[in-house]
């Protein structure tokens, strides 16, 4: 796999070997980048669930001004460090945490983090038939801190499989769906009901 278009691109990025990893497909990649256009320029970048980083570093080669990407496996987070090191993109632009994304997001809701795109495509869930989904993906769309950490008029992308049916939650308003093969990615923007963070509500 590679970086498609930008500063970096026609760069091969470095992938784990075996199962522990999937990345987002060239073409899954290009097809989202062709959707987004000119948001990517000087957008501030969250990267979920980064495997090798693809997502994140697509976008700062494309203008973003920062990515924060987040993975859990130290493995998976030195080829995302390698990969990151040969875009030659200005080292303070990127961010790599090493961390649950569960616990990342609202640690990062709680310091009033805010990013104009939020990009996700995670371990694909199983069939879900006759029951809500308990994937991954579904995880991130009923996470109550994740609406706060994206800006307003800011695009959250979700990828999941096909044979996985998701439920939008009220904070979740859906611009657009893709399908390429058994990805399916979903274009989202934040509705109003947007709760505020308790930690930072008046008390009354």
């Keep these: 796999m590679r970086i ?31 959707s987004l256009g000119e948001r990517v320029l000087d957008a501030r970048v969250l990267e979920l669930f980064g495997g090798t980083g693809a997502l994140s570093l697509e976008c700062l080669s494309r203008g973003a001004t920062n990515a924060t990407c987040i993975e859990l496996s130290r493995k998976h987070a030195r080829f995302i460090e390698q990969n990151f090191t040969a875009t030659r993109v200005a080292a303070g632009k990127f961010q790599l945490r ?18 104009d795109l939020i990009v996700a495509d995670p371990p694909f869930g199983d069939k879900n038939v006759g ?23 800011g695009l959250f992308v979700l990828g999941h499989t096909s044979r996985d049916t998701v439920t939008l939650t009220p904070a979740w308003e859906e611009v657009k769906v893709m399908r390429h093969g058994d990805s399916m990615m979903r274009f989202l923007k934040r509705t109003h009901t947007t709760a505020v963070k308790p930690e930072t509500a008046e008390t009354q």
């Design 4 to 34: 498609i278009g930008g500063t970096a691109a026609g760069l091969i990025l470095k992938t784990p070997e075996g199962l522990g990893v999937r990345p987002t497909p060239d073409l899954v990649r290009q097809a989202i980048f062709n």
């Design 98 to 115: 090493l961390q649950d994304v569960f616990t990342a997001i609202p640690q990062l809701a709680a310091s009033g983090a805010e990013f």
């Design 131 to 153: 029951r809500r989904s308990t994937s991954m993906s579904q995880r991130l769309l009923d996470d109550e801190h994740l609406p706060a950490l994206l800006a307003r008029g």
